[in-house]
């Protein structure tokens, strides 16, 4: 995060709610190295209440690579169930 600011460097935002931001602070104890992490967020309505909710995950940019897969393999699996659920008889 900017010492100037609460804002995030930068916003990316798909449809159903689902964005991701990027925070930067400097790091003084590290000779004014810039660290980043990344924040990705699921909004949902509340039936109950009528408001929204957000979902929050915070990441190290040394982490997306592996969220990446297992967000792939998790997709995957699931297109996988539902070709085999349209190909059982009735």
Avoid: H
């Amino acid at each position: 995060m900017s010492e100037e600011n609460n804002y995030p460097e930068k916003q990316f935002r798909m449809p159903g709610g689902i964005s991701t931001a990027i925070w930067s602070r400097v790091d003084k104890e590290n000779g004014q190295k810039t660290k980043y992490s990344i924040k990705l967020q699921k909004s949902t309505r509340d039936q109950a209440s009528d408001k929204w909710k957000n979902q929050d995950i915070f990441l190290f940019p040394s982490e997306i690579p592996a969220m990446i897969t297992v967000l792939q393999k998790a997709y995957e699996q699931c297109l996988l169930n539902e070709q085999a659920e349209e190909s059982v008889p009735i």
